[in-house]
């Protein structure tokens, strides 16, 4: 499909927004966000980054956001870490601002819909994408398609029980701070360096990931996992013992079948927003 989409990854405190033409990112723009980032404070950046990159010719506007969202509606609620943002109908106003099309998902449903389209996920029709950082959550493609889930939720695999508590708590860089009180960036400099009880900390990182993966593969089956977020950068570290917790699934030929790879899309938050523009106008063509 030849078209323009503007992509815009909205953070807890900056704000990317790109140009993706022809399917290739053309220009990206990365901003803090206003010291008081009300809604008209950050919508009135928006629009300035769209004229920044030329995009008012643009198709559709695509917008990730850490938060709950009610898709038809375009509605955003108790987006994280900005004050005031408790219910804010995004899609309507950005639409009035620019008169543009707006699609809206959370950032991790269009991290899953970036690799899709860009990214690792393109050879499969079945793939669980999982965000490994301060949280821990994921996107589902079933065949070849995002699925949200009734109410935007699936993928939350960050909140099913887990030993005391959630998977989030063991599967995240949460982890780290609650085993040692060490940011994970710091566990991971001593353990490459050697250290044998940062090592240990990451192999038992990947025990608990294994199990995460485990229950994904209960519930969807799918062909391929793909790993993102800053604790993925420590894959060589907990890999083989979250393969061996894997291969105690109760199906071994589902489990050895089983590919896991890493994200490696630059952009890719910018690009899975704008990839909602894609699938959206790919199921209107088919319709």
């Known amino acids: 499909m030849s078209a323009t989409y503007i992509g815009i990854d909205l953070g807890a405190t900056n704000i990317r927004l790109g140009l993706v033409k022809n399917r290739r990112l053309e220009h990206v723009i990365s901003q803090p966000l206003p010291s008081r980032p009300t809604v008209n404070a950050v919508l009135d950046q928006i629009e300035a980054l769209i004229n920044d990159v030329d995009g008012r010719k643009a198709r559709a506007?695509?917008?990730?956001?850490?938060?709950?969202?009610?898709?038809?509606?375009?509605?955003?609620?108790?987006?994280?870490?900005?004050?005031?943002?408790?219910a804010v109908p995004?899609?309507?106003m950005l639409e009035e601002r620019t008169g543009l099309t707006v699609h809206i998902n959370n950032d991790a449903n269009c991290f899953a819909i970036g690799e899709k389209f860009f990214g690792a996920g393109q050879a499969y029709s079945n793939f669980v994408a999982l965000?490994?950082?301060t949280g821990f959550a994921g996107g589902v493609i079933l065949n070849d398609q995002l699925y949200n889930g009734n109410n935007c939720g699936a993928g939350e695999f960050?909140?099913?029980?887990?030993?005391?508590?959630?998977?989030?708590?063991?599967?995240?860089?949460?982890?780290?701070?609650?085993?040692?009180?060490e940011p994970g960036e710091q566990l991971?400099?001593?353990?490459?360096?050697?250290?044998?009880?940062?090592?240990?900390?990451?192999?038992?990182f990947g025990i608990h990931l294994g199990e995460?993966?485990?229950?994904?593969?209960?519930?969807?089956?799918?062909?391929?996992?793909?790993?993102?977020?800053g604790v993925s950068k420590a894959y060589t570290l907990f890999e083989?013992?979250?393969?061996?917790?894997?291969?105690?699934?109760?199906?071994?030929?589902?489990a050895e079948r089983l590919v896991v790879k890493l994200s490696n899309?630059?952009?890719?938050?910018?690009l899975g927003a704008s990839a909602l523009c894609i699938e959206a106008d790919l199921i209107q063509m088919e319709n």
């Open 265 to 270: 899309t630059k952009q890719i938050a910018v």
């Open 158 to 181: 960050g909140m099913l029980p887990y030993k005391d508590s959630i998977f989030e708590h063991y599967c995240s860089g949460q982890f780290f701070s609650k085993m040692t009180n």
């Open 212 to 229: 995460a993966i485990k229950a994904v593969m209960y519930t969807y089956d799918p062909g391929l996992i793909i790993l993102g977020g």
């Open 188 to 204: 991971l400099e001593k353990a490459i360096s050697g250290d044998s009880s940062s090592i240990e900390i990451f192999e038992q």
């Open 61 to 86: 506007i695509g917008i990730g956001v850490p938060s709950v969202v009610d898709i038809e509606e375009g509605m955003v609620y108790d987006v994280q870490n900005i004050p005031g943002w408790d």
């Open 240 to 254: 083989k013992s979250m393969w061996k917790q894997i291969r105690t699934f109760a199906f071994s030929h589902s």
């Open 131 to 133: 965000i490994m950082g």
């Open 90 to 92: 995004l899609k309507k």
